[in-house]
Every structure is written in structure tokens, then in C-alpha cells.
């Protein structure tokens, strides 16, 4: 394998290891909102536990204002922190999850294509141009297939779906701007995850209170564990790595893997199984993000 293949492996399998995390936790995340929490309690179960354990990162390595300045920070923490998993919490509060992970994350990719093109004049082949038109493709089946003709859809749930893409849009701008910087994953998820609970934390306890001291412990652990570790830290170094081996395009394109990985996982856990629709939209969309992820064969092509 020669060194090209190897990065793009590299980038690949913290790419499918960050949608695997990202597709769960849209089930979670559904679960925890129809349940005993709202999208006010996700968004510090997200960043109460990594921001505590990613400070002394950001004691260590400072704010890169440097690289980012004042603006670039807020972008991010906007983009990927408290004011972006409260949008993304409220949008499956109103939207099943499965139709949610074809708008957010699995828009992402043409959100970032576009921001890409138009700021850092990151060039789309013309490979990645059918793939990211295979995304679209594909959501739109997902999305299809799991309406109910009898049923149409209320104010409140298109004003989910509306949500949902907002949140796409909110991620395609901290990915680009992660890109450009050229920080480290690491130090990315302590920025984000620090300033997201020190501006948060009084938000929350102003409008809120003690509301977290209600819910049963065990829910709360778990919910702190998944939300605050692996979700927060894990899974954005993860994808920081995919996004400085394969660039933001590449990078992002994985997030499309969330729905079909969603739907499988579904299968087991829920007994949920896709329609044959669904199942062609799994397969497109996947060729969808080997081709914009920019994949040994199509580079080739290209």
C-alpha cells in the first residue's frame, strides 16, 4: 500500500469511527429528550464532564487567539459547542431520529463543500461532485421513506427539519475553520468544550436551576459518560484527525455515514428494520461519501 492509501485509511477509519459515535449518539440524544431531559440539560451533559477534563489542555495551550482570534473562537464554540448540540437536541426533540441524521449530519458535506469553496477556495473534483450530489440523493430517499403518507408533516416538525439543517450549517463552519487553523484535535474539543461551560454553566443555572438534581442517577451517568466522553472528546479528535488527513470535504463527508449506520444500528437495538427503500439509500449514500471523501479510486479518476 503506498502512502497515499495509507493516509487515506488513516483519515477513513477515524471517519467511520466518529460517524459510529455520531449515529449513536442520535439515538441517545433522542432517547434523553422524550424522556427525563430536555436540549437545555444535553447541552451541559455535553460539555459539564469534557469541560472539566479538558481545562487543563486549555490552561496548558491557551485560547489560540493567535491563530483564531476572538471572532474565530466564538465561530467555533458556536459551531460545535453549547449553542450547536441545543439546536441539534431541540431539532430530535421534534424530528425522529432517523430522518434528523439525514439532514444533520448527513448534509454536512455539502454545507462544508460549499463554505470550503467559497473561503478557502478548496477545490470539489469532479468526483466529489457526484458524491455529494449521491448524499443528496440518498437523504432525500432516507428522509422519503420514512414519512407516513397519512400523515403530513405539522408546523412544528418542519420547523425541526429546519433545525436540523441549521445545525448542519452551524458544523460546516467549525469544519472549515478547524481546517484552516490547523489546530489539534485535542486542543480543538478542550476550546470548545471549556468555553461552552463557562458561558453556558450560568445560562443554564439562571433559566434552569437545579433541574439535573430530579433525574434518576443512573440516567444521569450514563448520559453524562456518553454525552461528555465519548461523544465531546472522543469522537471530535477523532474527527479532527479525519478532517487534517483528508481535508474538510473528505473530512465531513463521513458525517453522511450517520444515517445508514443509524438505521443498522436500529436493527438490534430498537428492531427497527429499513424499508427496501431505506436500504437503497444506504447504499447510495455510502458511495457518496467514498467518492467526496476522496478515496484511492477516486482520486484516481479524478
Known amino acids: 500500500m503506498n502512502r ?58 491557551g485560547f489560540a487567539l493567535d491563530r483564531l482570534g476572538w471572532r474565530g473562537l466564538s465561530t467555533i464554540v458556536a459551531g460545535a459547542g453549547a449553542p450547536y448540540v441545543f439546536v441539534a437536541a431541540s431539532a430530535l426533540r421534534l424530528v425522529p431520529a432517523g430522518e434528523v441524521s439525514a439532514l444533520n449530519p448527513g448534509c454536512i458535506p ?4 460549499a463554505l470550503a469553496f467559497v473561503f478557502a477556495r478548496e477545490a470539489v473534483s469532479a468526483a466529489q461532485s457526484v458524491g455529494l450530489a449521491l448524499i443528496v440523493i440518498g437523504a432525500v430517499l432516507l428522509i422519503a421513506s420514512n414519512m407516513d403518507p397519512g400523515v403530513p408533516w405539522s408546523a412544528s416538525r418542519l420547523f425541526g427539519a429546519a433545525l436540523a439543517l441549521l445545525a448542519a450549517l452551524m458544523w460546516a463552519v467549525f469544519t472549515v475553520i478547524m481546517r484552516r487553523t490547523d489546530l489539534g484535535p485535542l486542543h480543538v474539543a478542550g476550546l470548545v468544550s471549556t468555553v461552552s461551560l463557562a458561558i453556558y ?26 454525552q461528555g466522553v465519548l461523544v465531546t472528546i472522543v469522537s471530535l479528535v477523532l474527527y479532527g484527525r479525519a478532517v487534517a488527513v483528508l481535508g474538510a ?23 427497527e428494520w429499513p424499508s427496501a427503500t431505506d436500504w437503497s439509500a444506504i447504499g447510495i449514500i455510502s458511495v457518496g461519501v467514498y467518492l467526496t471523501s476522496g478515496g484511492p479510486l477516486s482520486r484516481r479518476r479524478g
Open 201 to 226: 454553566l450560568p445560562v443554564y443555572l439562571t433559566w434552569h436551576g437545579a433541574a439535573l438534581v430530579r433525574v434518576p442517577l443512573v440516567d444521569l451517568a450514563i448520559q453524562s459518560v456518553f
Open 110 to 113: 455539502l454545507f462544508v463543500a
Open 249 to 271: 470535504s473528505g473530512g465531513a463527508a463521513f458525517g453522511a455515514l450517520v444515517p445508514p449506520l443509524a438505521a443498522l444500528m436500529a436493527i438490534p437495538l430498537l428492531d
Open 4 to 61: 497515499a492509501n495509507e493516509g487515506y485509511l488513516t483519515g477513513a477509519l477515524c471517519g467511520v469511527a466518529a460517524a459510529s459515535i455520531w449515529a449513536s449518539q442520535s439515538a441517545m440524544t433522542r432517547f434523553a429528550v422524550t424522556t427525563s431531559f430536555d436540549p437545555w440539560d444535553v447541552a451541559l451533559l455535553r460539555f459539564g464532564l469534557a469541560g472539566v477534563l479538558l481545562a487543563p489542555i486549555v490552561v496548558r495551550r
